[in-house]
């Protein structure tokens, strides 16, 4: 590989670890607000053991997905130190750049299917509840 295709080749796997490493801070900030809120469903409907079952079933999800994203957080970051240490480019380390790509890009997906279900949840359950009120149980 000449010297240049491989700086650009690089180049490219240090721009997608910065997208991917933001990606993944903004998933596990979303993941946060998503226990937050089922905290504000709790509250809401204290005494149905249904609501807190569906509560429980949504915090193992997300203590799942935030799993995979502390997971693909090391991968990333140790996909790029390899890289800072001098490892050459080569087909393995482009393949494994493509698996990691992979698993973000599925992630996205699922957790896009995650969320569309999740919001609709919590926005029947805390049907009523005005901002100040779901703020101030939180403060709590």
């Given at each position: 590989m000449l010297i240049d295709q491989k700086n650009e080749l690089?180049?490219?796997?240090?721009?997608?670890?910065k997208k991917w490493l933001?990606?993944?801070?903004?998933?596990?900030?979303?993941?946060?607000?998503f226990k937050m809120e089922l905290q504000v469903v709790l509250y809401k409907n204290?005494?149905?053991?249904?609501i807190l079952e569906h509560v429980e079933e949504y915090?193992?999800?997300?203590?799942?997905?935030?799993?995979?994203?502390?997971l693909m957080l090391d991968q990333i970051k140790f996909h790029e130190r390899e890289f800072v240490d001098g490892l050459e480019v080569d087909e393995v380390h482009s393949w494994e750049h493509m698996k990691i790509k992979q698993k973000c890009e599925s992630f996205e997906?699922?957790?896009k299917m995650l969320k569309v279900m999740f919001k609709k949840f919590v926005a029947r359950q805390i049907q009523g509840t005005?901002?100040?009120?779901a703020r101030n149980h939180l403060k709590k």
């Open positions: 690089m180049n490219n796997y240090h721009n997608d670890h933001s990606k993944v801070e903004f998933y596990l900030n979303e993941i946060a607000i204290p005494k149905s053991y249904s915090i193992n999800i997300l203590s799942k997905k935030r799993k995979e994203l502390v997906e699922t957790f005005s901002c100040v009120e």
